[in-house]
Every structure is written in C-alpha cells, then in structure tokens.
T-cell receptor
Framework: TQLLEQSPQFLSIQEGENLTVYCNSS?????LQWYRQEPGEGPVLLVT?????EVKKLKRLTFQFGDARKDSSLHITAAQPGDTGLYLC????????????FGAGTQVVVTP | DTEVTQTPKHLVMGMTNKKSLKCEQH?????MYWYKQKAKKPPELMFV???????INESVPSRFSPECPNSSLLNLHLHALQPEDSALYLC?????????????FGPGTRLLVL
C-alpha cells in the first residue's frame, strides 16, 4: 500500500508550458521532500518542506506543503527539456525516523 | 560539498561471487542508508546506520551484509546473490537530529546478477 499517492503517473508537455504534480496522503507527515531522478542516476534533492502551508520557490519550481501536512504539490513554470525526469515525493514522520515513504513517482517529459 | 560517491558504477556478478559496494560522504552526516531500486519503482529502504551503528534492517536477506567502518564510509557486502537481486543500489546520507533534513543520494551502483 502506497502511503503517498502521486498524480499524474506520466506527463508529457511542450517546452514553455506549465505543469503541476500532486502528492497526496491520508497521513500527516512531519516533512515532505521532492526529488528529481534521471535514468541510471540517484535521486537529487530539490526541496524539503516542514511547515503546514509552506511555499518554497526554486527558480521556476514552486513547492507547496498542505496546511494539514498531508499533501504537497510541485508546480513548474515555463518547462524546459532539462526538467525532464522522474519526480518523487517522499514523506518523513517523527515517530519513524530514518524511514522515508516514497510516492510511486511522476515521469515528466518536456519536448522542445 | 553535497556529494555522495558510490563505487563501482556498474557490477556484474555470478551467484557464487562475493563483492562489495562502497559509499562515501564528507558532509558530516551521521545517518547513512542503503536503498534498492527496481526499474520504474521508487527506492526501497534496506538498511539505516545512525552514528555508525545499524539502526534499521528492513528484513533484508542475510546475503546482503552492511558495514559502516567510520562516519564517512558505508559498505554493502554481497554474497550468493540471486538474479532477482539485480537492481540499482543507492546510498544516501542525511543529518541526524535535524527536523526536515533532506536525504542526499549517490549516483548508485547498477548490479546485474547472472
């Protein structure tokens, strides 16, 4: 059972378009992390959010943590081919330190 | 320096071989992890070390044996593996005791068991 549900599973868009990836759960998390992974490589940490309602921006990427700390979203503005990759959300809980719960991932393809 | 290094990058081994995977970080992180990732799946936790002591073993078969020689190094010893153990093996590290600390992953070792 996947504690964190990511949607959509796959997203294909043209360069310059915007996209949003969602990460939802019925559980409360103490922190939520977003990663991007390219084929054959390890996941690269994009951001960590810990406060309900928190919004963080990283250039064209905007991350939001839900008020109840059960969900998160990643919005990319004016996507570029370099944004192509597998986006993974992962949640941490204070009572199970060391165990990140990963979502199944969203494969994003940005074509020129 | 936010880099976790892993060697080798690729490994092919027979079911009777013994090999080791190595991981190194110099970020001062006191938590280190081994993950296994199959194609098109998220990483699965195998082991967690906290302050060089094994903290979590996710019921991993004994043919996988982790070792943490010091605070910067993490090894995974492999013996008598099965073809279904073929996967990308990822090492990660994080700060211990910091709420919301992110995990930093290495590039992984692509393992093929014949």
């Amino acid at each position: 059972t996947q504690l964190l549900e990511q949607s959509p599973q796959f997203l294909s868009i043209q360069e310059g378009e915007n996209l949003t990836v969602y990460c939802n759960s019925s559980s409360v998390f103490s922190s939520l992390q977003w990663y991007r992974q390219e084929p054959g490589e390890g996941p690269v940490l994009l951001v960590t959010v810990v406060t309900g309602g928190e919004v963080k921006k990283l250039k064209r990427l905007t991350f939001q943590f839900g008020d109840a700390r059960k969900d998160s979203s990643l919005h990319i503005t004016a996507a570029q081919p370099g944004d192509t990759g597998l986006y993974l959300c992962a949640g941490g809980k204070a009572d199970s330190w060391g165990k990140l719960q990963f979502g199944a991932g969203t494969q994003v393809v940005v074509t020129p | 320096d936010t880099e976790v290094t892993q060697t080798p990058k690729h490994l092919v081994m027979g079911m009777t071989n013994k090999k080791s995977l190595k991981c190194e970080q110099h970020m001062g992180h006191r938590a280190m992890y081994w993950y296994k990732q199959k194609a098109k799946k998220p990483p699965e936790l195998m082991f967690v070390y906290s302050y060089e002591k094994l903290s979590i073993n996710e019921s991993v078969p004994s043919r996988f044996s982790p070792e943490c020689p010091n605070s910067s190094l993490l090894n995974l010893h492999l013996h008598a593996l099965q073809p279904e153990d073929s996967a990308l093996y990822l090492c990660a590290s994080s700060q211990r005791g910091l709420a919301g600390a992110g995990w930093y992953f290495g590039p992984g070792t692509r393992l093929l068991v014949l």
